[in-house]
DNA sequence: ACCTGAACACCGTTCAAGT
DNA sequence: ACCTGAACACCGTTCAAGT
């Protein structure tokens, strides 16, 4: 056992549950949500199409797995904790964020399928940080989920803007479009978005993320 | 022009754009967001699947129409102002949590395309009363996309259930498998899921949105 | 101006056949 | 056991041809 001669030689091109999803995640981050079909992977990998599906269930499961993996990655990443529960929540909701804006598809895929393996960690991430924050038993099943929905909220918002990115150009041009389209609608029925709509160019997603997860924690923290 | 005579028998039949919608959200909420295609809508419709191309401009721009004219009827039906913002901002997010959940299309297609009119909707209901909350002006669009990212997380997480529901029966049968998904996990891992899972098949949603409405309002008026 | 419906260019998935 | 790739059953969208 201890003296067998590992094969060295394996073949470099051995199809695997692993090689399928790190071949999608290439192509998700190279071009996008819609380039990823089982022709364009089938491809990549050099194989035909019905063998992928040797190895994964269907295209769901290997986005759901793909997702899952880049998330622990986040998480894994990020838990330098630092004793205080409310810096810990905040920095594992950061992670996050930076991985859903890293990759649009990833945010697409979790606001899509919440019940997945992905939100799962972070439900698990935040919950599992409420004792400390001093949460009653009872109120941390509500807590948790506020602060998973308004991610996958965020999530979502985060990747069809990546979408449009894509289509009309850069960051910048697409926010001044947007900023346009508020602006064009009625402003007797739309005071608050022509109000707004100067702030929606120059804004800090970042800094809005944060004042967001700010008012959901300083609402938790009042109802102790 | 007073006196002509108005042509009452008008082809019944005649395609427009309504119409079209009308048709498309009569499909969307019997049979769900799957079974919307073009032909579905063609053949309900006695008409060519390139009639509908006349009036809609492409299947994308026809969800966001018939979403929006949702959500116009829900925000209609609920702004009776109570004179308390803090009330009537509970109220208005109600009135789209309930519509969400009548029609789970309408919750998909909201979290999938947030930049599109009905979550514009949503986010003018939420800011115009933010003034009255008394929340000042430099922390009005922090506060307003807060909310609006809720309840897009909220949204999202309530039609993939309704599509999971309708493939494993009824909801108690859905949550009581999610459920059962959580305990399945590696308890060491795991641990904030495994003592929420017993709350889940039995929680109820509305209150559960509530509390996260409140958390963030909380939040907010506390930023005052 | 408005409608028809065949045709085009795709999909995800299956499956008989190979090794 | 694992892989191949043609075939199936769909899609959204286009477009020549009709009225």
Redesign the pocket.
């Known amino acids: 056992m201890s003296t067998e001669i590992r094969k060295t030689e394996r073949r470099a091109e ?2 695997s549950k692993d090689r399928i999803v790190e071949a999608a995640i290439a192509i998700l981050d190279a071009q996008g949500e819609a380039a ?5 992977l089938s491809t990549r990998l ?6 992928i ?3 994964v269930a ?3 499961t290997l986005l759901a797995t793909a997702t899952d993996a880049i998330i622990y990655q986040a998480l894994s990443a990020a838990t330098a904790d630092s004793g205080d529960p409310r810096a810990a929540i905040q920095t594992l909701m950061l992670a996050v964020f930076d991985a859903i804006e890293a990759r649009p598809w990833v945010g697409a895929q979790m606001s899509r399928e919440p019940w997945q393996s992905a939100a799962l960690q972070v439900l698990e991430g935040v919950g599992g940080r409420l004792d400390a924050l001093g949460v009653p038993d009872g109120a941390q099943f509500n807590a948790a989920t506020a602060l998973l929905n308004f991610i996958l909220g965020v999530a979502g918002q985060n990747s069809a803007a990546a979408r449009l990115d894509r289509r009309i150009g850069d960051r910048t041009d697409f926010l001044a479009a947007v900023a346009a389209q508020w602006t064009r609608r009625d402003p007797a029925r739309y005071p608050f978005l022509h109000r707004i709509a100067g702030q929606l160019p120059g804004h800090d997603d970042r800094e809005q993320f944060l004042a967001g997860i700010d008012f959901i924690l300083t609402g938790i923290e009042a109802a102790r």
Chains 1, 2 share one sequence.
């Open positions: 051995a199809l990823l079909t089982f022709r364009a050099a194989t035909g199409s019905g063998a599906y040797w190895h269907d295209k769901q």
